[in-house]
C-alpha cells in the first residue's frame, strides 16, 4: 500500500444553504449527500484554515488520506480510554464550543459545567 504524502493544501469551495452543502476540493466536487456535515476553523495566526468533514461512509467506500486515529485496545480499561479521549482533546475548541453552548446559566461554575457537558456531547458523538 502506498502511504500518501500530506499535502500542503487543497483548494476548497463551499456553496452551503442550510440542510445542504456542496464541497469541492480541488475543483472535484464530494458526491451528493456523503458529507453530512463540516467545520471550519481558522485560527488567524496559523497559516491555513483547518476543514474536517463529516461524511456518511456506504458500505463500497475506498479512502486514501492522512487523518488523526484514535484506536483503544480492547485491553485498555475504562481510566485509559478516558485519559486517552480527554488527551486528544483541542482545548481551544473545547473552549470555544462550552461557550457557544445554549445552556449557559450565568451560573458561578458556568464555564466548567459547559465544558463537562460538551466532553460528554463529544464523547457521545454528539457535536
Known amino acids: 500500500m502506498t502511504v500518501p504524502t500530506e499535502p ?9 444553504q442550510p440542510g445542504q ?3 469541492r ?6 458526491p451528493a449527500g456523503q458529507v ?3 467545520v471550519l476553523e ?5 497559516a491555513l484554515p483547518t476543514l474536517i468533514l463529516h ?7 475506498q479512502w486514501a488520506g492522512l487523518a488523526r486515529v484514535a484506536v483503544a485496545a480492547p485491553e485498555q480499561d475504562d481510566g485509559q480510554v478516558v485519559a486517552a479521549f480527554l ?10 464550543a462550552a461557550l457557544e453552548r445554549d445552556d449557559l446559566d450565568g451560573s458561578r461554575h458556568e464555564l466548567t ?3 463537562l457537558r460538551q466532553l460528554a456531547d463529544w464523547a457521545q458523538g454528539r457535536t
Open 36 to 38: 453530512t456535515g463540516y
Open 42 to 46: 481558522h485560527n488567524v495566526a496559523a
Open 25 to 30: 476540493l480541488d475543483g472535484q466536487q464530494l
Open 87 to 96: 488527551q486528544s482533546i483541542d482545548p481551544a475548541a473545547l473552549e470555544r
Open 8 to 16: 500542503s493544501a487543497y483548494g476548497v469551495q463551499i456553496d452551503a
Open 113 to 115: 459545567v459547559a465544558m
Open 55 to 61: 461524511t456518511r461512509q456506504p458500505g463500497s467506500v
Open 21 to 23: 452543502a456542496t464541497i
